[in-house]
């Protein structure tokens, strides 16, 4: 079946520009993250949502960044006024999250957009 | 604040031979712990995960240990091949299962 897909895979912008990046989950999963990796790093948590509850926003590093999530399948993670810090890959990941099975916590993760700011 | 910490140095081991990765965590009571793997250029994928209260959990050649008093898992490849070479991330997710911290992995070379 289809897997998590990202895009674009690569987003080269200038600084100051806005940027949406765009995530499709693997249908029937109800859980969605978003992370962030720079280059060496580990992935840094940005932003979750779970099926209708409010998303968890407390990874996102500033109020430039918002995320949405329309019925409850797709997800935007727009970035405003892009810094070039913002320079990374940007990874989504979805899980199943229903029930108590430990098999429900698996993230299956998009191959990611590389976002480049100049 | 919540730490998570791997060995930043790449483990080099010759092919066979069992690797055996690292993952402290201080400031956190994870209720779930997950080890991924990560080739260059993709995403993590999924390997094992364990909770708070299972010591030790099994995956044809993959081991995970899980040990809350000293806040550590360890992870173990046995009869190592070169198509283990990866980076493998250690997670962990609170008691709702919502909120994972990833550790920044180690990187791990299998020589054959």
């Given at each position: 079946?289809?897997?998590?897909?990202?895009?674009?895979?690569?987003?080269?912008?200038?600084?100051?520009?806005?940027v949406?990046?765009?995530?499709d989950?693997?249908?029937g999963?109800?859980?969605?993250?978003?992370?962030?990796?720079?280059?060496?790093?580990?992935?840094?948590?940005l932003?979750?949502?779970?099926?209708?509850?409010?998303?968890?926003?407390?990874?996102?590093?500033?109020?430039?960044?918002?995320a949405?999530?329309?019925?409850?399948?797709?997800?935007?993670?727009?970035?405003?006024?892009?810094?070039?810090?913002?320079s990374?890959?940007?990874?989504?990941?979805?899980?199943?999250?229903?029930?108590?099975?430990?098999?429900?916590?698996?993230?299956?993760?998009?191959?990611?957009?590389?976002?480049?700011?100049? | 604040?919540?730490?998570?910490?791997?060995?930043?140095?790449?483990?080099?081991?010759?092919?066979?031979?069992?690797?055996?990765?690292?993952?402290?965590?201080?400031?956190?009571?994870?209720?779930?712990?997950?080890?991924?793997?990560?080739?260059?250029?993709?995403?993590?994928?999924?390997l094992?995960?364990?909770?708070?209260?299972?010591k030790?959990?099994?995956?044809?050649?993959?081991?995970v240990?899980?040990?809350?008093?000293?806040?550590?898992?360890l992870?173990?490849i046995?009869?190592?091949?070169?198509?283990?070479?990866?980076?493998?991330?250690?997670?962990?997710?609170?008691?709702g299962?919502?909120?994972?911290?990833?550790?920044?992995?180690t990187?791990?070379?299998?020589?054959?």
């Amino acid at each position: 079946g289809a897997g998590v897909s990202q895009s674009p895979s690569n987003k080269v912008t200038e600084k100051g520009k806005d940027v949406e990046l765009r995530c499709d989950p693997i249908s029937g999963h109800t859980a969605l993250y978003w992370y962030r990796q720079s280059l060496g790093q580990g992935l840094e948590f940005l932003i979750y949502f779970q099926g209708n509850s409010a998303p968890d926003k407390s990874g996102l590093p500033s109020d430039r960044f918002s995320a949405e999530r329309t019925g409850g399948s797709v997800s935007t993670l727009t970035i405003q006024r892009t810094q070039q810090e913002d320079s990374a890959v940007y990874l989504c990941a979805s899980s199943l999250r229903q029930g108590t099975s430990g098999s429900s916590y698996e993230q299956y993760f998009g191959p990611g957009t590389r976002l480049t700011v100049t | 604040s919540q730490k998570i910490e791997q060995n930043s140095e790449a483990l080099n081991i010759q092919e066979g031979k069992t690797a055996t990765l690292t993952c402290n965590y201080t400031n956190y009571s994870p209720a779930y712990l997950q080890w991924y793997r990560q080739d260059p250029g993709r995403g993590p994928v999924f390997l094992l995960l364990i909770r708070e209260n299972e010591k030790e959990k099994r995956k044809e050649r993959l081991k995970v240990t899980f040990d809350t008093t000293l806040k550590q898992s360890l992870f173990h490849i046995t009869a190592s091949q070169p198509a283990d070479s990866a980076t493998y991330l250690c997670a962990l997710l609170n008691t709702g299962g919502f909120k994972t911290i990833f550790g920044a992995g180690t990187r791990l070379f299998v020589k054959a």
